[in-house]
């Protein structure tokens, strides 16, 4: 008996590890293959979402998102234990979305985020943490951690980012593109194309808001953007400012 327990225990504990890497292998497993699902259809229009004034159409926290010189400022000088963001207050599908960012101050990434939720339920204390515009969702990544992630869900998402690091300006103007149509996302940078990718979990893709990032940190930090023009249901299904 005194073998047969130790054996016991072991096998136990074999089992155990094995649930749990099959647990963990299933919440981030995803087929190998992404369906392709085709561009939705609706209205092809042209929106400003930036007026160059105002931030009318938008909803932040006005101490951390503001207007200066034609530009939106993102910029926090006390800590920000979540990432906030600067949402749009109408909701979108497909589209596309041409843009400039210049990361100023600091060296955290920004993005764009969209086909999510807000989600302030993140902090138990939304009040006090100031989660009331954080989101959920997919983010496409500037400038210094290029690439895709899905906020409060799969984390990092199959992508890679060196094609965007090698055109890309780390406190300069960046000019960018994403055409988001089905479960397919592709992001120009400067006139490169950089990322073509399917989500391979379409059913996580909502008609949401669009949101600007301003990244949770301990350090003060800024990020602008300006252009800021939307066209939703593209009639082009590819990058226009790819050269």
Same mark, same amino acid.
């Given at each position: ?7 016991? @225990? ?6 155990? @590890?094995? *649930? /749990? ?8 497993s995803? #087929? ?6 085709? #561009? ?5 229009e042209? +929106? ?12 932040? $926290? ?12 993102a910029?926090?000088? /006390? ?5 906030? $963001?600067?949402l =749009?207050?109408?909701?979108? =599908? /497909? ?21 999510? +939720? ?7 204390e ?7 515009? =954080? $989101? ?8 210094s951690? $290029? ?10 998402l #199959? &992508? ?6 090698? &055109? ?7 000019? +960018?593109?994403?055409?988001a ?7 120009? &940078? ?30 003060? *930090?800024?990020? *602008? ?8 249901? #593209?009639?082009?299904?590819?990058l226009?400012? &790819?050269?």
């Open positions: 008996m005194r073998c047969l327990v130790p054996l016991l @225990l072991v096998l136990a504990s074999g089992v155990a @590890l094995g *649930q /749990d890497k099959k647990s963990g292998d299933q919440k981030s995803a #087929p190998k293959e992404a369906p392709v699902v085709k #561009p939705r259809e609706g209205k092809s042209t +929106i400003k979402l930036f007026d160059g004034k105002t931030l009318d159409g938008w909803e932040g $926290y006005t101490d951390l998102w503001s207007v200066k010189d034609g530009v939106i400022v910029k926090n000088t /006390d800590p920000l234990k979540f990432s906030t $963001y600067l =749009t207050k109408n909701k979108y =599908t /497909d589209f596309r979305l041409t843009f400039a960012s210049k990361l100023v101050t600091s060296e955290m990434h920004s993005g764009v985020c969209f086909w999510g +939720i807000v989600k302030p339920e993140v902090s138990k939304p009040e006090k943490d100031r989660t009331k515009h =954080t $989101y959920a969702g997919h983010l496409v990544m500037f400038p951690g $290029y690439g895709m992630y899905d906020l409060f869900g799969r984390n990092g #199959p &992508v890679d980012g060196g094609p965007a690091k090698k &055109v890309g300006k780390q406190h300069d103007w960046n000019d +960018i593109e994403i055409l149509q089905g479960n397919r996302v592709r992001v120009a &940078v400067n006139g490169t194309a950089v990322v073509d990718w399917r989500d391979p979990l379409p059913d996580r893709i909502k008609e949401a808001p669009i949101g600007l990032q301003l990244h949770s940190n301990t350090v003060p *930090q800024e990020v *602008q953007f300006k252009g800021l023009v939307l066209e939703t249901f #593209p009639k082009e299904d590819k226009l400012t &790819v050269k």
